[in-house]
């Protein structure tokens, strides 16, 4: 069976981080991009997250309070100014520059993940996909998905 048809993408916004979002957009400046959907057949999944006035972050995890990066899905975050560095070079909607940084692992593994600048801040995509998908391809359209939708 072909790995795209087991892949179904779970509504993030509107929808399940709809709240999340709204709390966060309360305690940062920084201008919140999240993708519309996520790439995963998993389910149920929680949302949390927190802001500051300079960064925000956004968890979608596998369980309620999770705390912990073994039940950690995605990661979202946004942080005023900041530069991107190294990585692999990708191009983005309307023009952006991005970096790519796939699964890492020394002590412990890091999941791929995307960067770009836009509006004055750098903005990160992560998560940990099944193994029958391609994770550059998926926080493209992730990052694209983030882009196109502007601010939340």
Same mark, same amino acid.
């Given at each position: 069976?072909?790995?795209?048809? &087991?892949i179904?993408?779970?509504? &993030? ?5 709809s #709240?999340?979002?709204d ?14 959907r &996520? ?7 929680? /949302? ?13 995890? /596998?369980?309620? #309070? =999770?705390? +912990? $990066?073994? =039940? ?6 946004? $942080? ?6 190294? @990585?692999?070079?990708?191009?983005? +909607? $309307?023009?952006?520059? @991005? ?5 890492? =692992?020394?002590?412990? =593994? ?10 004055? $801040?750098t ?5 940990e ?9 998926? &926080? ?5 998905? +983030? ?6």
């Amino acid at each position: 069976m072909l790995a795209s048809l &087991l892949i179904a993408s779970i509504g &993030l916004l509107p929808g399940i981080m709809s #709240d999340t979002v709204d709390d966060v957009a309360n305690q940062t400046a920084v201008q919140i991009l999240a993708p519309s959907r &996520l790439p995963t057949v998993i389910e149920p999944l929680f /949302t949390s997250g927190e802001g500051t006035r300079r960064s925000y972050q956004l968890v979608v995890s /596998t369980q309620e #309070d =999770c705390g +912990a $990066n073994a =039940c950690s899905l995605a990661y979202f975050s946004g $942080n005023k100014g900041g530069k991107l560095y190294g @990585g692999r070079k990708v191009t983005l +909607a $309307n023009g952006r520059k @991005g970096r790519y940084y796939p699964l890492s =692992c020394g002590g412990s =593994c890091s999941p791929p993940s995307i960067s770009w600048r836009e509006r004055g $801040n750098t903005y990160e995509l992560q998560m940990e996909f099944a193994d029958e998908q391609s994770p550059r391809t998926e &926080l493209v359209k992730m990052a694209n998905s +983030a882009i196109r939708n502007g601010p939340r």
